[in-house]
C-alpha cells in the first residue's frame, strides 16, 4: 500500500542516533568488498570521514558552462586542493593531466541537452572505459518524479551493477526536474530509493527544512550538491548545515568555480566540511584569502 501523507506524522527517522558502521568508517559500506572500500577511502577522508567533491561535469548537457569556459587554464589547478573530482571522460582526456593523482567520480550518462527533456538519458559510458581511466566511482542523474523515471532507474541499476563487477562505486545524483517541489519529503523518496536499488553514494541537495531526515533515512552517504550560485556566506553557511545534519560532504561546482576567487572559496569550504568550521569563521578565511590571491585570471 502507497505511504501516504495521513501516515506521516508516524514516521520516526531516530536523527539524533547515527546508524552504525561496524569495521569501516563510512555508513552502508561495511559489507562492501575490499576494491570498493578502498576507492571509497581514496574519495572520503577515512579520518574525518568526509569529501570536498568538485563538480565539473555541467557541460555535458550545458556546453561550455560560466566558469568552465577554459578547463586546462582555470579549473585543473583548482582540481588539486579537492578530495574528488566529479567529471566527464571528455574533459578527463582532453584537458586533465595524467598525473593528477586526485580520485576521479565520472559521469556515466547523457542524452538530452538543455535544449530538450533532461530525463530523457542513457548510459553513455562503458564500464571497460571507467576501468581504463582508472576511476574511483561512476555515477549518473537519476529522475524520481521525471518523465523518464523508470528508464533513469534502470540505467542506474544496470550501472550498479556493473560497478559491482569490478569494485566501483556508484554515485547516484537525485536530479530535481523545473516544476518539482525541493522539500524533504521528496529529497527522503529520491535518496532512498537509490539507496534500496543499490548506489553506494548519494549527492543530493540540502533544504532548509528537515535535511536531517533526508540523511537519516538513507542507509549510503550523502553528499550535498551546491545548486546554483548564491552569496559566499550563504553557500558556506549551506554546506555547514548539512554536514552538521548528517551529510558526508560536498560535491560543489558552480559556488567554487564561479566565485571571484576560487581557490580560496575552495579553502573555504574545506574548513567547514573537513574541520567544522563556523560559516562566519570560514568567511572570513575567504576574505583573507581572496585578498592574498591577485586575480584567477590566468592572463
Ligand atoms: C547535475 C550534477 C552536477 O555536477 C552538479 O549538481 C553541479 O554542481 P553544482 O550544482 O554545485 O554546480 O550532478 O548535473
Redesign the pocket.
Known amino acids: 500500500m502507497a505511504d501516504t501523507d495521513a501516515a506521516k506524522e508516524a514516521k520516526k527517522f531516530y536523527q539524533d542516533v547515527p546508524m552504525e558502521t561496524p569495521g569501516f568508517f563510512l555508513k552502508g559500506a561495511a559489507s562492501l568488498d575490499w576494491g570498493m572500500k578502498n576507492r571509497l577511502s581514496r574519495i572520503f577522508n577515512p579520518q574525518t570521514g568526509r569529501t570536498v567533491m568538485l563538480?565539473?561535469?555541467?557541460g555535458?548537457?550545458q556546453g561550455p558552462t560560466t566558469g568552465l569556459e577554459r578547463i586546462d587554464l582555470t579549473v585543473v589547478p583548482l582540481m588539486y586542493d579537492a578530495d574528488a573530482v566529479?567529471l566527464t571522460r571528455g574533459i578527463l582526456r582532453t584537458s586533465v593531466p595524467p598525473t593528477l593523482n586526485k580520485p576521479i567520480v565520472m559521469?556515466c550518462s547523457g542524452g538530452p541537452s538543455i535544449l530538450k527533456e533532461l530525463s530523457n538519458e542513457e548510459l553513455a559510458v562503458d564500464i571497460e572505459d571507467a576501468i581504463r581511466m582508472n576511476v574511483s566511482a561512476i555515477?549518473l542523474?537519476v529522475f524520481i518524479g521525471g518523465e523518464f523515471e523508470t528508464r533513469s532507474v534502470h540505467n542506474m541499476t544496470r550501472l550498479v551493477d556493473m560497478g559491482l563487477r569490478y569494485g566501483i562505486p556508484t554515485m547516484a545524483?537525485t536530479?530535481v526536474g523545473k516544476d518539482m517541489v525541493r522539500d524533504a519529503r521528496y529529497f527522503r523518496l529520491a535518496c532512498r530509493i537509490c539507496a534500496e536499488l543499490g548506489a553506494q553514494i548519494i549527492?543530493t541537495y540540502y533544504v532548509p527544512k528537515d535535511f536531517d531526515t533526508v540523511t537519516a533515512s538513507c542507509p549510503v552517504p550523502i553528499v550535498m550538491?551546491?545548486?546554483?550560485k548564491i552569496p559566499v556566506p550563504d553557500a558556506l553557511t549551506m554546506a555547514h548545515n548539512a554536514v552538521s545534519q548528517g551529510a558526508a560532504g560536498v560535491?560543489?561546482?558552480?559556488?567554487?568555480f564561479q566565485s571571484e576567487t576560487p581557490k580560496a572559496m575552495m579553502q573555504a569550504v574545506r574548513a567547514v566540511v573537513h574541520e567544522n568550521m563556523e560559516p562566519a569563521d570560514a568567511f572570513d578565511l575567504y576574505k583573507s584569502l581572496t585578498k592574498d590571491t591577485d586575480s584567477q585570471d590566468p592572463k
Open positions: 563538480a565539473i561535469d555541467h555535458y548537457f566529479m559521469r555515477t542523474q545524483v536530479a549527492k550538491a551546491g545548486g546554483k560535491d560543489m561546482g558552480r559556488n567554487i
